[in-house]
């Protein structure tokens, strides 16, 4: 298969032809969590309130199957690039299995780790047996979760983004459908609570990766995948964690980003934390969607780094950001027109939706700026520079903590809030100096 499309299409169609199939499917992702959410909540706030503390820990197993999905990615694309399709199988053969053996690692750590997680948080019995019991059936996932991923980028490197956005709009329907049947029941099928919601969501991720394994068989791919002996040796191994540990590390930041705030308002009101939560379930709408053009662009970006095309990553720099931008100027002036009704969605407290409205409002003030970081990170990655992308990362993650801790002393929750706007303009300033850095050299 003749890649060199990739390098030789006018930028802007070939952007957009790589990115409106993810840009699609994380829509109907995105989608998908607000929908599985909305059932959740009709069971009480104590079962939103669980799963909102449980998202950190889910959030990181999603990180360590994506993020080393991403080394694969570069590093396949980058080898492509370069004309060396053996290389380009040994990082294929040797993802698959190491994201398996992640997941596996992953199971038990979650399973093992979860009752006293949730005990930092809260005191509330009910809400610490809903976790528990969502936990555990969502971990025994894991593996699946990150060798689906796995295949997702494996496609992804090779420009088949149409398979990608097939195989998760699969296991975003099969999700969908069967939330309110697992989740209140229906017919001969008892209602499960929070224990339908967590196998809704297993199920569907095995079904996106059953998508992935049938095309994988029926239509030959650029780069294959045998185990061997040596499958995790040499170079290519090296390839991988240079990216995929920093990748992990930038989506899993969020984790820790999470958990620090709701340490921080869980002692002004357990309200707070409910809105927090609420507010990453609502953004993954506006971000996944921006996402979408970041998986799109990180193959091309791979493939013209390696073949020596440096223009041709600039101008898909270039036409990223002013595409991401626009998504996000959308989100926020969602946010600022119907916050309420957004809240609403997921609770019928006056007070979660007042304050939840005031939140979206100071919160999506930071959304457009963000869009600069975000696609200069994703192109960071691909062209396998993972600690550029690492420090973006850090900035916007881990550098909000002490600033919303500050601010939060002052004004309280509203500190919290304006945190992520202040941090994301440090974000972007940064970002942009890393890339000229970056192209200098």
Known sequence: MDQNYMKERAVLPLVAAMSFPMVLSMLVNALYNIVDSYFVAKISENAMTALSLVYPLQNLTVAVGVGFGIGINAAAAFYLGAGDSRKADSVVSQGIVLNGIHGLILTVGGITVMPGFLRLFTEDLQVIEDGIAYSRIVFLFSAVLTVGVTFEKIFQSVGRMRVSMVCMLLGCIVNILLDPVLIFGAGPIP????????IA?????????AGYIV????????????LRKDVIRGNAFKRIYRVGIPAALNIGLPSLLITSLNGMLAELSQVYVLILGIYYKLQTFIYL?????????????????????RDRVKSILQVSLVLGMGIMALGTGLCMIAPER??????ESSLTITEGAKALRIISCGFVVSAVSVMISGTFEGMGKGLPSLVISLIRYILIIPIAFVLC????AAGVWSGFVVTEVIGAVVSVIMLRYVQRS
């Open 409 to 412: 002393g002052f004004f309280g």
């Open 342 to 347: 957004l809240m609403g969605m997921f609770s």
């Open 191 to 198: 209602g499960m609570g929070v224990r339908g919601a967590a």
């Open 201 to 209: 969501t297993g199920i569907g991720q095995a079904a996106s990766l």
């Open 289 to 309: 969607t921006a996402n979408g053009i970041v998986q799109g662009i990180r193959p091309l970006v791979g493939f013209n780094y390696g073949a020596g095309r």
């Open 215 to 226: 095309i994988y068989l029926a239509r030959p791919l650029p780069v294959k995948f045998s």
